[in-house]
């Protein structure tokens, strides 16, 4: 079967995909963060700034499987609230989890590992 395009670019027989709201992930992750007790949470908006995203969250686990558990509880539950573009990258061993969620970019680090990379200096908008 075939299917032509209308006017507006939409394929005529085929479902469109809702956008994603950045926003309203980004209050899902913020929130499961606090709940799972992620520490110095901290989120930067990046739209304009970067083509990546539209957000960045960085936080702080505890321990290799508080790391991990986070990340995984981020994942199953955006993916259960809806998110098609969900991707995780990293493990506990190297200190550093990042789960990708299209608009969205989530850092979870160990704190040694924050510290070194230091993403709020990279981040934090010039005055």
């Known amino acids: 079967m075939t299917t032509?395009?209308?006017p507006t670019g939409n394929s005529i027989?085929?479902?469109?995909a809702e956008p994603?709201?950045?926003?309203?992930?980004?209050?899902k992750v913020v929130a499961i963060l606090e709940d799972r007790k992620a520490e110095d949470i901290v989120t930067?908006?990046?739209?304009?700034?970067?083509s990546l995203a539209d957000a960045i969250v960085v936080a702080s686990c505890t321990s290799s499987p508080h790391l991990k558990a986070v990340a995984?509880?981020?994942v199953r539950e955006m993916k259960k609230a809806g998110e098609t573009s969900v991707r995780m990258s990293g493990d506990p061993e190297s200190a550093w989890i990042?789960?990708?969620?299209?608009?969205?970019f989530v850092h979870?680090?160990?704190?040694?590992?924050?510290?070194y990379?230091?993403?709020?200096t990279l981040w934090r908008k010039k005055a």
């Open 72 to 74: 995984s509880l981020i």
């Open 13 to 16: 027989g085929k479902r469109k």
């Open 20 to 27: 994603i709201n950045a926003t309203e992930t980004l209050e």
């Open 117 to 120: 990379y230091d993403l709020e």
């Open 98 to 104: 990042v789960v990708d969620l299209f608009d969205v």
């Open 108 to 115: 979870l680090f160990l704190p040694e590992a924050r510290e």
């Open 44 to 50: 930067f908006d990046v739209k304009g700034r970067s």
């Open 4 to 6: 032509s395009g209308d």
